[in-house]
Every structure is written in C-alpha cells, then in structure tokens.
C-alpha cells in the first residue's frame, strides 16, 4: 500500500458535483491519502472544450489508473455519443461490476440479498452496429467473441475467489442464439475448468429473471454478455430498493472507473437533496480496488449504520437530510467506531 493514491475525479453534471463532493470527504475522512487529480466532464466540458469527453481526461485516467466519477448528461442530438459509452471503449474497461446488497433501512420487498452482477462491458448488440433495411425493416448486429466472453468470464471467477463467493452463474440465451449465446456459454464453460473451487452453473435469461425475483438467494455472481447485464443489473438494483444505493464500477485490466448506476437526476440539481450513497459505495469499490480493504468495510460500516438509524438520510430513504449532512453523519459514525 501507498502513502497517497492519485484518483481522477470527474464531479459530472447535475447532481454530480453534490454526491462527488459527498464521497470524496468520507473517503478523505476515511484516513486513505488521495491526491484528487479533478477534471471535467460533460455540459462543462462541452461548454469549454466543445466536446464532452476532452483527450485530457482520458489522458488523466491513464496517467491515474483510477478514476472516480459522478453521473453525466447524454446531450440530446448535438451528434456526440455517450460520455460512458466513450470512455469504456476508449480505456477497455470490459468489465461492468455491480454488487446489489440488501441495506437494513431501504426500503424493499426483499431482504438479506446479496448478487453480484457482472457484464461484458465492449460488444453483444451495444457495438451499436444497426442500419435501416429500406424504410420498414431494421438491422441490429449482435457481436459475441471468444475473446472478450472469456476475459469477462475470467473475472468473475478471479472476483468469486478473492471475495470468497460460492458460486459463478453464466447467463445466456442459447437455447435460441446457438451462435453468438453459443459461443458466449463456450467461453464460460471453458474458463471455468480452471476454477474447480467455484461452483459453476449457467441459466437461461428470462429463466435468471423469474428466479432472481422468486429466489434470490440461490445466486451469487452472475456473468451476462452486454444487453442482458444492462436489464437484470436494474432488475437487481430494485431487489435491494433502487438506483440511490446502486454503485458500480468499469474495469479494465489497466483502469477501473467508479460510479454510481444513476443519472445526473437534473430536477435535484444545486439543491442538496440528492442521495450520494451510490457514489459512496462505488468509492467503496474503489477502495477494495486499491487495496484499502479496511477503509472500505469502516465506510460500509458507517453507511449501513446511517441509513439503519434513519436519522439523518436524504428524502428518498424517508428522512429529510440534505446530501451533505448525510455525508457528514457517515464520517461521524466512522469516527465513532474508530
Ligand atoms: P436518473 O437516474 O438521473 O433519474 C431517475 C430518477 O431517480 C429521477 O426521479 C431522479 O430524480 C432519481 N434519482 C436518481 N439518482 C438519485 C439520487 N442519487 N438521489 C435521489 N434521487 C435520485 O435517470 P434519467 O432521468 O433517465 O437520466 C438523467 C440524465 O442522466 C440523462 O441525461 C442520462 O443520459 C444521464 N445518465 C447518466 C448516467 C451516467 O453518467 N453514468 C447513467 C444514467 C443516466
């Protein structure tokens, strides 16, 4: 471990900025020395650089090996792709992770879940490959390789293994896509072998879907091509009561960048109520990321502690707190336990 990590911060638009500020204090307060590189992108970026995504910040992100990063506005028309969409591509962050666990405190239909979702995060029907077919019919490409199913494969099980999870849940619709899904469940199949202290098991999507919301608690992780990890991740954000305790992480075998699930939620925008615990528990990933195991667990910790009292949280969880003094709450229950 470091005396200091350097991290690329990326405060984003709207609520950005508020839950970024959030997370940064309670990873500060959390006694792991980071030296913040801040860089923009997005509306800001845009209004200055005359691109949502300037070389700079990737270059940042290169540089750091680690960013952090808050949720930012898709400009609508304009002619520039997503912010997100560019950055995993650009850095080959091939990995989307999103841990979805049962918080006491937020509200849910369900308790005691614990799922980890892991998606191919550079191909399936995102290689955004479509064209018109004459005026009536449209074409979509579905890209599936041996290459990029096996190395998203690999890190479940590497992730399964060093988290101590029991069991690796390939999900796939081969049944009817023998090729491109057939070749995915190859993949999966294959890797596995090299794991034989993880369970392994593969399931039919819609199949994953109905069991996820019957019997959740028969699954651990779960490795998806693209499309299907972008639908049951929410799916399985709402088992743990929704967007503003869903983080996430984009990693690759360089960089990793941290987020939470949601949006740039305009309408809270500049009005301290916007829930930053998402953001928290993606720095959390980002701390076990570099190492920082017990800085994270005290965040959790102070986080599920906050959230369990239901003192101090933001209108969303029922309580009246602004974004910043619920952040403060957390750095005090971190202090307390020290
Ligand atoms: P959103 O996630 O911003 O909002 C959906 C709903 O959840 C809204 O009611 C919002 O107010 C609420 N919400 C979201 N986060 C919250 C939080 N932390 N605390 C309290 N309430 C919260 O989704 P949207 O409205 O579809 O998208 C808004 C913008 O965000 C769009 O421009 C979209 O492209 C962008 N977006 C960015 C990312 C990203 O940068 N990773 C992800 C999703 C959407």
Request: include cysteine.
């Amino acid at each position: 471990m470091s005396d200091s990590y350097q991290v690329t911060l990326i405060p984003g638009d709207g609520i950005g900025p508020e839950i970024i500020a959030a997370a940064r204090k309670v990873v500060d307060a959390s006694g792991v020395s980071i030296d913040w590189k801040e860089v923009t992108a997005g509306s800001e970026a845009l209004a200055e650089y005359g691109t949502p995504l300037p070389d700079h910040v990737l270059q940042s992100i290169r540089e750091t090996g680690v960013a952090l990063k808050g949720p930012v506005t898709t400009p609508v028309g304009g002619g520039f792709r997503s912010v997100n969409v560019t950055l995993r591509q650009a850095l080959d962050l091939y990995v989307n992770l999103r841990p979805a666990v049962s918080i006491p405190g937020v509200k849910s239909r369900y308790t005691g879940i614990d799922l980890v979702i892991v998606r191919e995060n550079t191909e399936d029907l995102y290689a955004g490959i479509e064209h018109m077919v004459g005026p009536d019919a449209a074409e979509s490409i579905k890209i599936i390789t041996r290459r990029a199913s096996e190395r998203v494969v690999r890190f479940a099980f590497e992730y399964a293994r060093r988290e101590k999870r029991r069991k690796v849940t390939a999900v796939h619709k081969a049944n009817i896509m023998k090729c491109s899904d057939g070749l995915f469940l190859e993949a999966a199949r294959h890797v596995a072998e090299a794991y034989p202290d993880v369970e392994f098991e593969d399931r039919i999507v819609d199949n994953m879907c109905m069991q996820l919301v019957q019997k959740p608690e028969l699954y651990d992780v779960m490795v998806l091509p693209n499309l299907y990890g972008d639908i049951v991740s929410d799916l399985c954000a709402g088992l743990v009561g929704g967007l503003g305790v869903a983080p996430g992480a984009n990693i690759g075998d360089e960089m990793a960048v941290f987020e939470p699930v949601h949006g740039s939620a305009p309408k809270y925008a500049g009005k301290n109520k916007a829930n930053a615990t998402a953001t928290i528990l993606s720095a959390v990933l980002m701390l076990k990321h570099l190492g920082e195991t017990d800085a994270a667990d005290r965040i959790m910790a102070a986080v599920r502690k906050v959230i369990g009292e239901g003192k101090q949280v933001t209108y969303d969880l029922g309580g009246s707190a602004g974004t910043s003094e619920m952040a403060e709450a957390i750095i005090a229950a971190m202090a307390a336990k020290a």
